[in-house]
């Protein structure tokens, strides 16, 4: 009936101006800032308008809903959803959808133009992506028989519109879903997942949290408003356009990068700009603040958006495998080198720098085991794992990943482990890898290196940092290691030092070099409390600047204006500080620029001033020379010069020269003379008093030069001789220079290294302390005495109770268990103890104990966590009291039981078999008609509650059980009818080729499973598809399995398992149920037999029927209180 209506009613569009609802832009409430009005202004909401992907599996239809009744009409964005649907039947999704919103609804059809108000539906048994705001379908794909429609779409949402994508997960079972989500966010998109507590089905969102790719988790209402305000944020037109950069000014860059070092230590001046500045704008939108002010006015205030921003920039994208030719190429031509004439002991030692969660660094630990595996030697591997990001470091350590399909089932098998619906990467590759914090721009790297790979970090860089690093790489390598770069990064100027070694995939050999510049690893910033960390060169300068205050601003005015000329020199005599105007006694030299005193010395004052100075050095005494006549400007001066030692500076001598203008003696002139008529004798005297000067002159100058030639002459020898020891110590003191610096620089790895391994260390003490205090608080509180047992089947451990139980004691820790009186009489106990651990499956044998009291004792492997079996592992529990009353009530009616059950099976079954041929023809027609009316009818009832739930005051909860409980006993009726069907009439076939792995899953897609119950199923690799009719063969399993889930009320294990032997085809379903009774087994195919309260007896006939029909035998094997295995032979070769 509700595909008559579909047929009916054609699918409607709504529109927001259908009720009268114009388009209008809202104004932004913002007027602190006139850019972002202009900005508001500028913008056109047709173009800039967000696109949005939701996607939805089990339950999420509801939330969906939910979803678009908060949406307001008018809001700028496109809305797609993604929902898992039955590829066998049309959807309904438009028509119910368009009765809860004004905005448009359609379904998807291929070659859509993406219109802002509109939701866009994905059609059933299709595959939906998105290219320049066009949406494409294709017929549905399944990759290694999975169907991951909502990957799909996101994957290409993001690739589509990068950061303007939004990605949306509501309620489902699945993990389909996450890697988009993860492809969204790493291109700068925002995401968001269902609050778990509203969600029906919370695996699905739950998932893509503890995948760490959501940024907000909400409930559907408020993922609307989170819409609402994201459209009409000012700055989403600009997210992919240059005026972008505008947006962020460089000093309000410099502020964040501030915050940050100040926070976290990290300083991000020299990444490039533009991917920081995109990853700030996305912040601010998931913030909700509209200017720049008010955003690090948010970030000073806000340590924990510090951290978000800090874990939005450090973009952490990788995954298992990524670009597998460069593991193929790593395989065929990079291990074989590094394996080249090396023996067993000598570690391979590899380094990747920026390994975020791990994926990478575990992809290439697995590559270098599988090629080992065929390799002469097998050497130890140590692979050093670093990033900056402490968080992404702690889930790489855990080694807890969902399952990729990058990863092949046989490297599942052996190298993960199954965890909680997860999968770990076995210990023995974790021991490989040393994940610690290391800022590989700051800090120094590690050494004598194999092998480096540093994929897409240096395109984040900035120039400097990567002309920084190339180098760095090149130390930390041995002679004939390599360096692995991504598909967009080079060496740059560095080819001297690399060598191409593949072009294709970015590997690189280190070149030997005769000499090497210092590496600098001393610009490490530390974040302290309180303070902005910086280098400690800067730090140093700082501290350096004096202080100038009032009382030396005085001192220095009174000593320039009013103290004599002078100047301060040095041991060289060259000036260091002229004080007072020096002009008339001091002149700049011609040619070369020179600050010596001597050389820039006034005219007939150099041979005073030297004698002055080295009778200053030599005699630590203040010298003084008076009268001396310099010519300056053209005319003569008579000056007095004083050399003062400096002691100030011990081992560095400086001298102060002072200069002062003597005042010159009077001697009268001829002229005046001759006035006053004093001739000859006066005039001879002044004459004879300027000859004796200058001969006096003359004379010091002559014994100065002779003692200056012979010091010189000496000295001349001596430097002669200290020159050839000096060069001689000087070529030794440069070879030693290199060693030490060399040496330096392998210390700082070595002790790097050593700070890794360490807090390694403390992590893995700190993982065992915390399983040991988890093991002993489980042994206690599960109140059951156990014991363990070495694979010698010696004593190793036992549980807080066992202690008094076996009355044990110290000394029998190391005891076989065979020599320990347990006070059990169990016959071939070491027997079933080796059987179980020989074939790791688990026993259980009931036997009377000390005191005479019944235990049942559970024998299983001691399984390790990288699937090694290394003991027994031995649990007693009490079953005393159960015992005794099941013996009871067994001698009671054990008798009358079987007579009662008998005679009542055999009335019973000859009444109903009687009945059932006339019957089933008239259920078929009289019943299976009006049961589906009443189905539409309830269904149409419903959606007619949910449309008026706006117009009433609330839901009559009263009436919608009343429907739910209807519709369940019409289920019921239903199944009945179809039982009878099927066992009344001949079932015919219509055999087509058909894979065994579909139907399974397809059958357990129609079947709901209970959450305590683990399902999983497993076809044989190479498993052919066969020849049978898939409707009966579905409704066959769906019986069995609805059995087995039935049989395990409070939880269990259903495993499915499909392979071949010979001429057959077999599926076996075990469960670990209650078991059936060896008196039960005989009789569970007869038709009307049943140990249900409430059924009827005819599913399992039916299903022996429907495989008979197939020529195919059905065989049962169990066990009470272990469970029961159900296997479905088919033969392989049966015709159409």
Avoid at 466 to 475: A, G, N, R, V
Avoid at 548 to 557: C, M, N, P, S, Y
Avoid at 783 to 791: D, F, H, R, T, Y
Avoid at 835 to 853: F, H
């Amino acid at each position: 009936m509700a595909q008559k209506l579909a047929e009916r009613r054609p699918v409607r569009k709504r529109h927001a101006d259908a009720r009268g609802g114009k388009q209008g832009s809202r104004p932004v409430k913002s007027a602190t800032r006139k850019g972002v009005k202009a900005l508001v202004d500028e913008r056109n909401r047709d173009e800039s308008f967000l696109i949005v992907g939701i996607g939805a599996s089990a339950g999420g239809l509801e939330a969906f809903t939910q979803v678009l009744q908060a949406l307001p009409s008018d809001i700028n964005m496109a809305l797609v959803l993604i929902q898992h649907l039955d590829p066998t039947y049309k959807s309904l999704l438009t028509e119910l959808l368009s009765r809860t919103t004004r905005l448009a609804v359609e379904e998807v059809t291929d070659g859509i133009h993406v219109k802002p108000r509109h939701v866009y539906v994905i059609s059933p048994n299709t595959t939906m992506t998105i290219s320049e705001r066009v949406l494409h379908v294709t017929p549905r794909v399944e990759v290694d028989h999975k169907h991951t429609p909502i990957d799909d779409f996101l994957q290409s949402l993001a690739q589509d519109q990068k950061n303007r994508a939004i990605g949306i997960i509501l309620s489902g079972t699945s993990v389909d879903g996450i890697r988009g989500l993860r492809a969204i966010k790493d291109e700068g998109g925002i995401t968001i997942a269902q609050d778990e507590k509203s969600a029906k089905y919370y695996d699905l969102p739950r998932s893509a949290v503890a995948a760490g790719c959501v940024d907000l988790v909400l409930r559907p209402p408020d993922i609307a408003k989170e819409l609402a305000k994201l459209s009409r944020h000012p700055y989403v037109p600009y997210l992919e356009t240059e005026r972008a950069e505008k947006l962020l000014p460089q000093n309000a860059l410099g502020k964040i990068f501030s915050l940050l070092r100040k926070s976290t230590g990290v300083d991000f001046t020299n990444y490039k700009h533009a991917t920081i500045k995109r990853r700030i704008l996305r912040r601010m939108l998931i913030v909700k603040t509209n200017t720049m002010e008010n955003y690090l006015s948010y970030l000073q205030t806000n340590t924990g958006e510090l951290n978000s921003l800090f874990q939005d920039i450090l973009i952490n994208v990788t995954e298992f495998f990524r670009e597998p030719d460069t593991f193929d190429a790593l395989k065929s031509e990079i291990f074989p080198s590094i394996l080249k004439k090396r023996s067993a002991e000598d570690a391979i030692r590899i380094w990747v720098p920026g390994c975020s969660t791990g994926e990478e660094v575990y992809s290439l630990a697995i590559c270098m085991l599988e090629y080992l595996d065929h390799a002469p030697v097998h050497p130890q591997i140590q692979i050093f794992a670093t990033d900056v990001n402490e968080a992404v470091l702690e889930k790489a350590r855990q080694g807890v990943y969902t399952a990729s399909p990058a990863i092949s089932p046989e490297r599942l098998r052996r190298f993960f482990v199954k965890v909680n619906g997860s999968y770990q990467i076995n210990k023995t590759i974790r021991r490989m890898c040393v994940f610690a914090k290391q800022d590989v721009t700051a800090d120094p790297p590690f050494s004598k290196l194999d092998l480096i790979i540093c994929r897409n970090l240096l395109i984040y860089l900035g120039p400097a940092l990567q002309k920084k690093l190339i180098p760095i790489f090149h130390y930390a390598l041995k002679p004939t290691g390599f360096l692995v770069l991504g598909d967009f990064e080079t060496i740059g100027e560095f080819d001297s030092i690399f060598k191409v070694a593949n072009k294709r995939f970015k590997i690189y050999s280190r070149k030997p070099v005769v000499t090497r510049a210092a590496l600098d690893f001393s610009t490490r910033y530390i974040a302290e409390p309180g303070q902005v960390a910086q280098p400690a060169a800067a730090r140093h300068v700082e501290s350096q600047v004096p202080e100038v205050g009032v009382l030396k601003e005085a001192d220095r005015i009174l000593l320039t204006r009013y103290s004599p000329a002078s100047v301060i020199v040095n041991s060289d005599f060259e000036i260091i500080q002229f004080r007072g105007r020096t002009g008339a006694f001091l002149e700049p030299a011609p040619g070369k620029a020179s600050l010596n005193i001597l050389k820039m010395a006034r005219e007939g004052m150099m041979t005073e001033l030297r004698n002055a100075l080295d009778r200053a050095k030599k005699s630590g005494e203040t010298v003084r020379r008076e009268a001396i006549a310099i010519r300056s400007d053209g005319k003569y001066l008579d000056v007095n010069l004083e050399t003062v030692p400096l002691k100030a500076q011990p081992g560095r001598p400086c001298f102060l020269v002072a200069f002062e203008e003597a005042m010159p003696k009077p001697v009268p002139s001829i002229t005046q003379e001759r006035a006053r008529g004093g001739k000859g004798e006066k005039v001879r005297r002044a004459e004879n008093f300027k000859f004796a000067r200058l001969h006096q002159e003359l004379s010091t100058t002559k014994d100065y030069l002779q003692s200056i030639i012979e010091d010189k002459e000496a000295a001349n020898e001596e430097l002669k001789a200290a020159n050839e020891e000096i060069q001689s110590s000087n070529e030794e003191l440069q070879s030693t220079n290199e060693e030490l610096e060399t040496a330096k620089e392998e210390l700082q790895s070595t002790n790097e290294e050593l700070t890794t391994v360490n807090e390694e260390l403390q992590n893995r003490n700190l993982e065992l302390t915390q399983a040991n205090n988890d093991m002993t608080n489980l042994s206690a509180s599960a109140n059951v005495p156990i014991l363990m047992l070495g694979s010698d089947l010696r004593l190793r451990q036992w549980g807080p109770l066992s202690d008094k139980l076996f009355s044990l004691k110290a000394s029998d820790l190391g005891r076989s268990i065979f020599d320990i009186n347990l006070g059990f009489q169990v016959p071939d106990f070491e027997e079933t103890i080796n059987e179980a651990v020989d074939n790791v499956v688990s026993k259980e044998i009931e036997a009377k104990g000390p005191q005479g009291r019944w235990f049942l004792i559970r024998v299983g492997p001691y399984r390790t966590t990288d699937n090694k079996i290394e003991g027994a592992v031995l649990a007693f529990v009490d079953i005393d009291r159960l015992k005794r009353v099941e013996e009871k009530l067994m001698a009671r009616s054990e008798h009358l039981e079987d007579l009662v059950e008998e005679r009542t099976r055999m009335l019973s079954n000859t009444t109903r078999l009687a009945a059932i041929g006339e019957t089933a023809g008239m259920v078929g027609h009289d019943l299976r008609n009006p049961l589906q009316t009443i189905i539409n009818t309830i269904h149409l009832a419903k959606e007619a509650m949910k449309v008026n739930e706006a117009s009433t005051s609330g839901k009559d909860f009263r009436v919608e059980s009343a429907l739910e409980t209807i519709r369940e006993q019409a289920d019921f009726m239903n199944k009945i009818v179809s039982d009878l069907q099927d066992y009344a009439k001949q079932a015919r076939p219509t055999f087509v080729e058909y894979d065994m792995q579909r139907l399974i899953n397809d059958t357990l897609s129609s079947i709901p499973v209970p959450k305590a119950v683990d399902v999983s199923s497993s076809v044989e690799t190479g498993f052919p598809k066969l020849n049978v009719d898939p409707s009966l063969l579905r409704r066959a399993f769906a019986n069995i399995i609805t059995n087995a889930l039935q049989a395990m009320p409070d939880g269990g294990k259903l495993r499915i398992r499909a392979w071949t032997s010979e001429k057959l085809a077999a599926v076996s379903f075990q469960d670990t149920g209650i078991g059936i009774a060896e008196d039960v087994k005989a009789k569970i195919f007869s038709p009307l037999f049943t140990t249900k309260e409430k059924g009827v007896g005819l599913g399992l006939a039916v299903t022996k029927r429907l495989i008979e029909s197939h020529k195919g035998d059905i065989k049962v094997f169990s066990k009470v209180g272990e469970g029961t295995t159900l296997t479905v032979e088919l033969p392989l070769d049966l015709k159409r």
